[in-house]
């Protein structure tokens, strides 16, 4: 029985990701940075970490609520051991639609085939730059690009829908824009700028180090010329360019210049079970112990809907209104619940 639910707000619940481990081979700097996740960072224990069985529980319950689309993530959800059964776990979900995974792309080259074999629709891949230099330092661990490319290759080549995502910060990677539009274009995989956002604790963030959207079309549309297309559906955060003239395209995620909150319908499950209503949440809800309690489907439902019902986070569209005086608040860290 589908029970949609939808907050404070009247949005509904729609989609979930979920966070699959807080652990990563990359440290890049905005994200997990070295200095603070470090050797003796102390990640989160196997026994915290909800086990395929309870998230593929979540899983079907959150579907019963409405969920149709999932998002696995991380940290880097291939550094889960046998992500792929959980892959395959998931499909068999009733009223899932769509399985997509953001990663890294480090270790796609060798798990493309299974994921793709388990169910799997989609990738995205995150790839910040296409210069072997400054992709070192931004991955934190000198990883090349040629292996995150492989990994794309494999992916588009096993039949997983591809999609990159190229996080945009002035003064690191500013200048990588436009070969990364030639380069995929040329390729024909779309790719999606994102503008750097102030998300954790950890990332320095300011409003400077963001490069607007709108400054982006501009400079590939003056060398490539681009025509706005129209959002394929209700909460589409990306807004979408073609290059005249072709059926190939680019997207712009403005999470800071052009907030979206008013159609966000994204849950999220951290590694360890907890659900937040939003990215820049404090806190999170846990829904581990009731589940390791023996709580009932319907009890677990019952919880989600009250913690979905009680939603008001807004928070891009604050911070848009107020930037300079943005009260400081204790956010939970990306490497937690994914993005
Ligand atoms: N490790 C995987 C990856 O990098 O794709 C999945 C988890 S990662 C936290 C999810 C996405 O969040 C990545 O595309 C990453 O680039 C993005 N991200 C991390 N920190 C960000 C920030 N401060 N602003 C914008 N995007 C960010
Ligand atoms: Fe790892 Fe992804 Fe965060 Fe980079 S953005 S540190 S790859 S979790
Ligand atoms: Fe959704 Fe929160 Fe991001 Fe707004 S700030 S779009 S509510 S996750």
């Given at each position: 029985?589908?029970?949609?639910?939808?907050?404070?707000?009247?949005?509904?619940?729609?989609?979930?990701?979920?966070?699959?481990?807080?652990?990563?081979n990359f440290r890049c700097q905005y994200c997990m940075p070295a200095e603070i996740f470090g050797p003796d960072y102390p990640f989160l224990p196997q026994h915290k970490l909800l086990t395929?069985?309870?998230?593929?529980?979540?899983?079907?319950?959150?579907?019963?609520?409405?969920?149709?689309?999932?998002r696995i993530t991380g940290g880097e959800p291939l550094?889960?051991?046998?992500?792929?059964?959980?892959?395959?776990?998931?499909?068999?979900?009733?009223?899932?639609?769509d399985i997509a995974m953001t990663t890294n792309g480090s270790l796609l080259a060798k798990h493309a085939e299974e994921l793709k074999r388990a169910g799997l629709d989609r990738v995205t891949v995150s790839l910040d730059s296409l210069d072997d230099e400054r992709f070192?330092?931004?991955?934190?661990?000198?990883?090349?690009?040629?292996?995150?490319?492989?990994?794309?290759?494999?992916?588009?080549?096993?039949?997983?829908?591809?999609?990159?995502?190229?996080?945009?910060?002035?003064?690191?990677?500013d200048q990588d824009i436009l070969p990364?539009?030639?380069?995929?274009?040329?390729k024909g995989h779309i790719l999606r700028f994102i503008e750097f956002m102030d998300v954790g604790n950890s990332n320095g963030w300011k409003l400077d180090q963001v490069v607007p959207s709108r400054e982006i079309i501009q400079m590939i549309h003056s060398e490539m010329?681009?025509?706005?297309?129209?959002?394929?559906?209700?909460?589409?955060?990306?807004?979408?360019?073609?290059?005249?003239?072709?059926?190939?395209?680019?997207?712009?995620?403005?999470?800071?210049?052009?907030?979206?909150?008013?159609?966000?319908?994204?849950?999220?499950?951290?590694?360890?079970?907890?659900?937040?209503?939003?990215l820049f949440a404090s806190n999170g809800e846990d829904l581990?112990?009731?589940?390791?309690?023996?709580?009932?489907?319907?009890?677990?439902?019952?919880?989600?809907r009250s913690i979905w019902h009680r939603r008001d986070d807004r928070y891009s569209e604050e911070r848009l209104k107020n930037t300079p005086g943005?009260?400081?608040?204790?956010?939970?860290?990306m490497s937690h619940i994914g993005g």
């Open positions: 029985m589908n029970k949609q639910v939808f907050d404070s707000q009247k949005r509904p619940l729609r989609d979930l990701r979920i966070s699959v481990t807080d652990k990563c395929f069985e309870e998230i593929t529980r979540l899983t079907s319950i959150f579907t019963s609520m409405g969920v149709e689309k999932i550094m889960r051991r046998n992500i792929a059964d959980l892959i395959g776990m998931i499909r068999e979900v009733e009223g899932v639609r070192g330092v931004i991955n934190g661990r000198g990883y090349r690009v040629s292996q995150i490319l492989q990994g794309i290759e494999a992916a588009a080549e096993a039949g997983l829908g591809v999609k990159i995502n190229m996080v945009v910060q002035r003064g690191v990677n990364m539009a030639r380069y995929f274009r040329e010329p681009l025509e706005p297309t129209n959002p394929n559906y209700y909460g589409e955060v990306a807004s979408r360019y073609r290059y005249v003239g072709t059926d190939q395209e680019i997207g712009l995620i403005s999470s800071v210049t052009q907030a979206f909150c008013s159609t966000c319908t994204r849950a999220r499950l951290s590694a360890e079970g907890k659900m937040y209503n939003c581990r112990e009731p589940l390791r309690e023996g709580k009932s489907d319907e009890e677990i439902q019952e919880m989600i943005l009260p400081k608040r204790n956010k939970v860290e």
